[in-house]
């Protein structure tokens, strides 16, 4: 039986930084074509190249979630990071329109902080080895396998004797030689019950209800002129 591999869902080191890349520069140059579009006045386009840099970063956050799982950590870890970074967005919109320099600078210093643990959490990710993984192969080894055939312990048979059963296969060195450890065994077991390895020559030893039978009887007694018989 064969156990597939998974490596397709495993996310090693060098396909996540490649996969980190590919997302930096697709959003930096999505990014810059929406902020073109809106230039030149082309606000659909603008609201498309703009619109598709959040299911290219909910993607990595999937490869991001598979690393957590491939080096042991928990796969939550990307979707908080980026669950704060929406709020810490939020709010530092939010401080700007109070027109307030504290404010607005606590929301930018907020915004900046999550930013920067999320940046820390994505190279750190690709960074720590993963764990090895395990081969199931190894583990069912021996689920999978024929059982190897059992060796002989008992002698050989004697050259010449023949001790094939109706039935069997002739030439089968291994049918002979269990057939005449069988027989051995048998013989052995009914010399120890009977005291003949013969089953034909063993005298049947009486019933119990026989021996009672012949103790209770009274023995005869000869009578004066009578001949006992």
């Not at 999505?30 to 598709?52: D, E, K």
């Not at 081969?135 to 069912?140: G, I, M, T």
Request: hydrophobic content about 45%.
């Amino acid at each position: 039986m064969a156990y597939p591999e998974s490596e397709g869902a495993r996310v090693n080191r060098s396909r996540y930084w490649l996969m980190f890349f590919v997302t930096m520069v697709a959003s930096i140059v999505l990014i810059g074509v929406s902020i073109g579009a809106f230039a030149n006045g082309s606000i659909g386009l603008g609201i498309i190249a703009f619109l598709l840099i959040a299911p290219l970063n909910i993607y990595f956050r999937v490869i991001m979630m598979r690393r957590c799982r491939d080096i042991g950590w928990a796969p939550a870890l990307p979707w908080i990071t980026f669950g704060l970074g929406i709020v810490a967005s939020v709010f530092s919109f939010g401080s700007m329109a109070t027109l307030d320099p504290t404010i607005i600078l606590g929301g930018s210093g907020f915004s900046m902080l999550v930013s920067l643990a999320d940046l820390v959490l994505m190279i750190a990710l690709g960074s720590v080895r993963g764990k090895p993984q395990m081969d199931y192969r190894e583990v069912f080894d021996g689920y999978d396998r024929q059982p190897a055939p059992q060796q002989r312990t008992g002698p050989r048979p004697a050259a010449g004797f023949s001790t094939s059963q109706p039935g069997a296969a002739t030439g089968d060195a291994t049918s002979s030689g269990d057939a005449m450890d069988d027989a051995i065994a048998r013989a052995l077991e009914n010399y120890k019950r009977t005291g003949s390895a013969v089953p034909e020559q063993a005298t049947a030893a009486p019933s119990p209800v026989r021996q009672r039978a012949q103790q209770a009887a009274p023995a005869r007694v000869a009578g004066f002129g009578r001949k006992m018989v």
